[in-house]
């Protein structure tokens, strides 16, 4: 599965009821592909393929880890503690992926 697939797929198991009165911009920086950010305002959420200007917080890591978590075969907060995954800017949020996403 290529990365932007992979974010297809987060945008298809987005979960609106979880991100009502949300303005948040979630930037994913693949070391090894592209950088992608998903814009969530409201109850809807857009992919955009590129950087960001302000974005609430970005995660930095490589395609590998980045489909591990989105597959769920790979926790996010362990690949955080492994060193697969960094953060930055509103750490906080990135716990919040799991509930805006279906992850697996």
């Known amino acids: 599965m290529s990365v932007a697939q992979v974010f297809e797929k987060l945008e298809q198991n987005f979960n609106a009821d979880a991100a009502q009165g949300l303005d948040l911009v979630f930037q994913f920086d693949i070391e090894d592909?592209?950088?992608?950010?998903?814009?969530?305002?409201?109850?809807?959420?857009?992919?955009?393929?590129?950087?960001?200007?302000?974005?609430?917080?970005?995660?930095?890591?490589n395609s590998e880890t980045l489909q591990g978590i989105v597959s769920g075969e790979?926790?996010?907060?362990?690949?955080f503690m492994a060193g697969q995954l960094r953060a930055e800017g509103d750490?906080?949020?990135?716990t919040k992926l799991g509930e805006l996403f279906k992850m697996g």
Do not use: F, N, R, W
């Not at 750490?91 to 990135?94: H, R, S, Y």
């Open 91 to 94: 750490m906080m949020l990135a």
């Open 33 to 61: 592909d592209k950088t992608y950010h998903l814009v969530i305002t409201d109850g809807t959420c857009k992919m955009h393929e590129g950087a960001h200007d302000d974005p609430s917080v970005t995660l930095i890591m």
């Open 74 to 79: 790979t926790d996010g907060m362990q690949a």
